[in-house]
């Protein structure tokens, strides 16, 4: 990911990158040659040698509250990738240290800026759908293997839970609002492989009922979709199909059948059009079209569906778990 970001930031106008700080001296060598700006194995001397606005973290989670409490400290902006932290806690205290140095704390939902999702939300709040009744999401592929097999250990990943199904959860959040119910199973609770594969149902305020299906357990690939069902229409979205989005609208004549639109929206680089926001919130303090309080709000569903699992039951959620 730290590579990917690094390529966007070369690619917006009015971004200069300054640096890359990774403790892997071959990974490091083989990115900064790439990019072409001096490496660093210590992010200290990287913030002593380069005058930064900005700093990137595309750490595994575990090391995110840390690195953001000290990057505010020395006075700078954080873009922090998904998800915002582990616990709660810890993103509480990432978002205190951001109000309390007066940075910005951007978390890196980046499926708010893929223009198919864009699309479907725009559907379900202009209700081109009608009432929704249900959606289905799936994400994932084949077990990833990071830096000290870091996704494999719940202390630093969280689990497919929080560093995948994120994704679809802050997707939902953005288009539905609050949940009120979770209930979720998990291949995890019958085999000890961190080749993980999870069922989650969520309940929204509005009445709405999502089935989230995540892996890590595939063969191989990656891809991701939804169906996104309402009185008046249908959105089928499958990234693995050669027209991976379909939108299906009743006709105004009760006797016609239904339409099908393909479309085969033209892709641009959601990582360079994410960090041109982020600039720009920085910058010119934009609002932001993903916020701190959401990666928390994201953090919280992904925490029930690991707790339902670990129970065996539904959670209930309330209002009232605010962040600051």
Same mark, same amino acid.
């Given at each position: 990911?730290?590579?990917?970001?690094?390529?966007?930031?070369?690619?917006?106008?009015?971004?200069?990158?300054?640096?890359?700080?990774?403790?892997?001296?071959?990974?490091?060598?083989?990115?900064?040659?790439?990019?072409?700006?001096?490496?660093?194995?210590?992010?200290?001397?990287?913030?002593?040698?380069?005058?930064?606005?900005?700093?990137?973290?595309?750490? /595994?989670?575990?090391?995110?509250?840390?690195?953001?409490?000290? &990057?505010?400290?020395?006075?700078?902006?954080?873009?922090?990738?998904? #998800?915002?932290?582990?616990?709660?806690?810890?993103?509480?205290?990432?978002?205190?240290?951001?109000?309390?140095?007066?940075?910005?704390?951007?978390?890196?939902?980046?499926?708010?800026?893929?223009?198919?999702?864009?699309?479907?939300?725009?559907?379900?709040?202009?209700?081109?759908?009608?009432?929704?009744?249900?959606?289905?999401?799936?994400?994932?592929?084949?077990?990833?293997?990071?830096?000290?097999?870091?996704?494999?250990? #719940?202390?630093?990943?969280?689990?497919?839970?929080?560093?995948?199904?994120?994704?679809?959860?802050?997707?939902?959040?953005?288009?539905?609002?609050?949940?009120?119910?979770?209930?979720?199973?998990?291949? +995890?609770?019958?085999?000890?492989? #961190?080749?993980?594969?999870?069922?989650?149902?969520?309940?929204?305020?509005?009445?709405?009922?999502?089935?989230?299906?995540?892996?890590?357990?595939?063969?191989?690939?990656?891809?991701?979709?939804?169906?996104?069902?309402?009185?008046?229409?249908?959105?089928?979205?499958?990234?693995?199909?050669?027209? #991976?989005?379909?939108? &299906?609208?009743?006709?105004?004549?009760? +006797?016609?059948? /239904?339409?099908?639109?393909?479309?085969? /929206?033209?892709?641009?680089?959601?990582?360079?059009?994410?960090?041109?926001?982020?600039?720009?919130?920085?910058?010119?303090?934009?609002?932001?079209?993903?916020?701190?309080?959401?990666?928390?709000?994201?953090?919280?569903?992904?925490?029930?569906?690991?707790?339902?699992?670990?129970?065996?039951?539904?959670?209930?959620?309330?209002?009232?778990?605010?962040?600051?």
């Amino acid at each position: 990911m730290g590579r990917v970001h690094a390529k966007a930031w070369q690619a917006i106008a009015g971004a200069q990158l300054m640096g890359l700080v990774d403790t892997d001296p071959e990974a490091l060598s083989a990115v900064g040659n790439d990019m072409g700006v001096p490496g660093y194995r210590d992010l200290d001397a990287a913030l002593r040698d380069q005058d930064t606005d900005v700093v990137d973290v595309c750490l /595994p989670t575990h090391l995110h509250r840390a690195t953001a409490e000290s &990057l505010f400290s020395a006075g700078k902006h954080v873009i922090c990738e998904k #998800p915002l932290a582990l616990t709660l806690e810890d993103a509480r205290a990432m978002m205190e240290a951001a109000q309390a140095a007066q940075r910005k704390l951007l978390v890196g939902h980046v499926v708010r800026f893929f223009p198919v999702y864009q699309q479907a939300r725009r559907l379900i709040l202009d209700r081109a759908l009608g009432q929704i009744g249900t959606i289905k999401t799936f994400r994932g592929g084949a077990y990833p293997h990071g830096w000290q097999d870091w996704y494999g250990d #719940p202390q630093k990943s969280g689990t497919l839970a929080t560093d995948l199904l994120i994704h679809d959860i802050d997707f939902l959040l953005w288009c539905l609002g609050p949940v009120t119910r979770v209930y979720a199973k998990s291949l +995890a609770e019958h085999i000890d492989s #961190p080749a993980d594969h999870i069922l989650a149902s969520l309940r929204f305020d509005s009445g709405v009922i999502a089935q989230l299906e995540g892996t890590w357990a595939y063969p191989k690939g990656f891809s991701y979709g939804f169906d996104i069902a309402g009185a008046e229409g249908l959105i089928h979205f499958d990234s693995a199909e050669n027209a #991976p989005i379909r939108t &299906l609208l009743r006709s105004s004549s009760q +006797a016609g059948a /239904p339409v099908e639109v393909p479309e085969n /929206p033209v892709a641009v680089s959601p990582y360079q059009r994410q960090l041109e926001h982020f600039l720009a919130v920085i910058a010119d303090n934009a609002t932001p079209l993903v916020t701190a309080h959401d990666g928390y709000e994201a953090l919280a569903i992904s925490l029930a569906i690991r707790n339902s699992i670990h129970r065996g039951q539904a959670i209930t959620l309330h209002s009232g778990n605010e962040a600051p």
